[in-house]
């Protein structure tokens, strides 16, 4: 430094940079000066020995910047960047491999100072750690350039520009990136395999893996989102077969946190039931994605994942109205007995069931119906009105599937082997005799009140008929107050 510029700093320090004088001396007696940036070629390359400071979420830079003399005054000069120079270069073919660094990934100073008397000065460029991540594998690229320096100072052409590249695969191992995804990302998983789920009252659940690779450092947070759009093409392109894509009916959280110290989560996806047993017996199928992070990167490959829900594996469907008729509370009959008023009928003949003779054995041929009890499916006998293979049923065709018929006993009195009542499921158009019914699909005695079941498979699709047969020769009776027909888990 020379004898003018020591007497000068003498002066600025007895009376501090702020004085009139001071300031008027220095632009009077030194120079103008021009503002570069320090660099070999105008390029900086990272990491390099010693220019870097890396912690868990950033990495600093510091950018030097030059005076071709020391500073007449306290003065400061423009800093932007520009990604058309960079993505110019890219397009050219000059920075092969290369991704201009995303603005929103990096800080920047708008401008530099220099003090009085300096020759240099640094601003600090500090990139997100995730952007590092995020393109591991391509260098990321930075254009800087300085604009104008005021108070008379200029910029120096040719020392204007720098390009900082960051080479990614120098600063972490890939085993450190940090990605999310799903564990069974990139599948379809199918619900049930084995015992991979849960249920409870109303829905079906499964639970999703997910997955953090590289060391657990920090919390994040991820959002996950479904797309049914997803669904839609595979089942256009019969990818996915027997299946809907519903765009209701299924739940699951919209973020799921990472704590920093696991790299595993879970989440419920669950489907409801009763969605399942309305699209019976088709499948529904969710396809969940990780649509966000807050920090880090998710991975493309396993950022999705398919869940196909198997209703006629998972639910029950009662397809009682379907292929039942006049099957509960209030009855209805076709004809009823003629009485007296004020006297009220109690026998009728009940609709939409097949009752032979035997049935309806009051008298003018009723009695599978009776109005009394808000009514009920009949048959009673005294030791004059017998019922000798009694018979009550409907014929229907159903698919394959395992099934459960149900009737629910309001009554019985005397029903015992020897004088039996059944409810019965059996092949072909009619049911059999209350002595043949070991050999049908199913029967159950009617000895007892309360829901009684018949279970039974069918391979293929087949007529049948279900129902109930009696053979009572005393005081015996039964009355059913509903039926009910399920296809169940097989």
Known sequence: ????????????????????????????????????????????????????????????????????????SVFSVGISTDADTINNLITAGTLANTVALPTNTFSLPGSAEFVFGATDAS??????????????GKDLALAVKLTTANKGNTVNAGGKSLIVIIKTTELMAAIDVHKTSFTQGGTTVVVPTGV??????????????????GRPELSHTVTLASNQ??????????????????????????TVTFNGTTNT???????SIYTLQQY???DIAVAVKLSGTSRYMLDESKRTVIVVFKSSKLVEKDWTS?????????????????????????????AEWTTNAAANNRTGGFGSFDATNSTNIAMESTASNQINNGKIYQTITLPAGKYRLEANVRSSSGVTTSQPAYVVVSTGNIIPDATAVAGTLGSVLLNSTGV????????STTTLSLGFVAKFTGTQSVNIQDVKLWQIIP
């Open 452 to 459: 009684k079941t018949v279970t039974f498979t069918l391979n």
């Open 265 to 271: 989560q879970t989440v419920e996806l669950k489907a």
């Open 322 to 350: 379907v292929y039942l008729k006049n099957y509960t509370r209030p009855f209805v009959a076709s004809s009823m007995e003629t009485v007296t008023l004020p006297a009220v009928a109690r026998w009728g003949k009940l």
């Open 1 to 72: 430094m020379n004898l003018k510029l020591v007497l000068i700093s003498g002066i600025a320090l007895m009376c501090g940079t702020s004085c009139n004088e001071l300031e008027s001396f220095q632009q009077a007696d030194l120079p103008k000066v021009a503002v570069s940036i320090k660099s070999t070629g105008g390029m900086v390359t990272l990491p390099a020995a010693g220019n870097h400071i890396k912690t868990l979420e950033t990495i600093t830079l510091p950018i030097k910047l030059e005076l071709n003399g020391p500073a007449p």
């Open 196 to 213: 991979n789920f849960a249920k409870d009252n109303n829905d079906v659940i499964y639970t999703l893996g997910l997955s953090l690779t």
């Open 280 to 282: 019976y017996p088709k």
């Open 229 to 254: 759009d997803t669904i839609r093409q595979l089942i256009a392109n019969n990818a996915l077969t027997n299946t809907v894509a519903v765009s209701e009916g299924f739940y699951f959280p919209g």
């Open 123 to 136: 601003v600090n460029l500090v990139v997100s750690l995730s952007a590092v991540e995020r393109y591991f």
